[in-house]
């Protein structure tokens, strides 16, 4: 028997919609435009261009004061219950969670202003899970969306969840198959030993000098297998989607990395473009590959332990001498990586994370004299990962990465935190016109 526990959505906004104050609340949006001075940075959902497009005009009178649309950003993950591991089935649920945009920030990620729909067994796979996102979907996001509550209609502005539940939820194939993304048709390369996980250069500018095999940039010369040619892949959309799930319907196998109808299919508004990249995992398995090609073997406790053999070196200089990069590597059998750090950079960079002095409020990432350059454990929460890459790495390097590595670390992390509209100090907002929380209407003295 399966059971999926049901919390009506309809019923929990009516509730909510009755309460004079909670309506103010939802109308945050107002005062966000009034403060808003500068429309070149995108400082919260409501700037967008997807939220103009799809959610349309703050409220339908002259005096801005009626609420006509709530939005809902969707995320499912699976947790742990209390009575885990005493049931035969499992006892792990996939929570469906809304928060509410038109909350403030402060308040709208708070689990005491998000709304759980809906508790599924984690043990469902395809088809056995899907039958329950098809039955809201007919039953509830579409009929609010087509007709509200209260007068109130109600949008699903996307959802957001890891790479093992995005791909569950879209119906794709893993990100490990030839086609791995979700938003693109890019694909990875052939290599000596089966699949090779790059090729991001195609993103670039076709003509761009960072295409070719080698070029030079601040004096500091980068190598790669081979030029990139290919064309900047083609996103995916609706249309193309529908055709590529109908392909692979039809021919009963994958086409170019969908497997079928997403589960999602049954939830009238909801389109490709809403199905967003959770950038904290993503953050979160790009520190955890850098770590572990700038640590090696010098560690050998967590994740760190399938690197303390000399069989991946091996493995790369075989590589690098198929390709003919870094002859010095390759052309000594005891040369380590040009990209690896050496024992006593590691130890110096597990000694700056232990002299440093942490806030009372965060998880230190260092303890019993050890930090996350030796004992990964030390780092045991994606928000940890995605903090000591974009926070940590930049300045614990200086000194001990080559310059390559580090100068591209130095850009690529920049790069991250301009786009997340991540800076310093207060100064630095100022000067590029954020306005980090409306409730101090002092920034702009």
Known sequence: MQLCWYFPLTEQLKALLELGNYRELLMYERQHRRARTDDTFMCDVYD???????????????????????????CVDGVETFSHGRLPSGSTVKPIQFFVCNLAPWL???????LVHALIPAHLKGNAAKKYYDWLGRHEISPLRRVG????????????????GRRELLNMQ???AFYPCPHCLHSWEPGLRGQAYCGYRRFLPIGSPWRNSRFTYMGLTYQYKDDETREPPLLRDDANVARMIQRARTTGTPFLGHKGDHFLCEWEGVDWDGHFCDCMHDIKLLCEMTLKCLVGPHSSNGMYKSWTTKRKDAQHRRDCRAYQIFAEFYSDAESPPPWRLSAAEVNMCDRRVNSIWWPHHIDVPCYGGHSFWTHSDRMWKAKHKRYIFLCILPTCLYGCAVPEVHTALLMLISGLRRLFGEVICLAEARQRHFVPGLVCSNLHN
């Open 48 to 74: 967008s261009p997807r939220w103009q497009t799809l959610v349309g005009p703050l409220c339908n009178d002259a005096r801005g004061r009626s609420l006509a649309r709530i939005v809902l950003h969707m």
């Open 108 to 114: 709208r990620y708070k689990q005491a202003y998000m």
């Open 149 to 164: 509550v209260d007068g109130v209609r109600v949008f699903v502005y996307g959802n957001t969840l890891d790479t093992p």
């Open 174 to 176: 893993t990100v490990t």
